[in-house]
């Protein structure tokens, strides 16, 4: 790493705006309110003006114009993303996709 990029990283980082962390406890399924039997951490900030809702660990990364729409995309991605690893054969995954089927399974 170059010494510059310290700086550039602190300039970045300064434009971050930490909105919240959002306890995500129910989502909905096919039209149907589903209780997660643990809590979902969404990381909410602001960049640039864009707005984005995050969890790393279940590889959910939305944004929008709005705190309101970054959340929505995340619900939606998650919606997509549990039918997909969920329905997704294990041997069709690599490892670290494996561990992220077994954390949706778990979730509900």
Do not use: C
């Amino acid at each position: 790493m170059k010494e510059n990029d310290f700086d550039i990283m602190d300039e970045e980082s300064s434009d971050i705006e930490f909105i919240e962390d959002f306890p995500l406890t129910t989502v909905k399924l096919k039209g149907e309110t589903k209780q997660l039997k643990e809590v979902v951490n969404i990381k909410i900030y602001k960049e640039e003006g864009v707005y984005f809702a995050e969890n790393e660990e279940i590889w959910i990364f939305a944004g929008g114009d709005t705190r309101e729409s970054a959340v929505e995309s995340f619900l939606e991605q998650f919606e997509s993303s549990y039918f997909h690893y969920t329905e997704t054969p294990p041997w069709e995954l690599d490892k670290k996709a494996l561990k992220v089927k077994e954390i949706y399974e778990n979730l509900i």
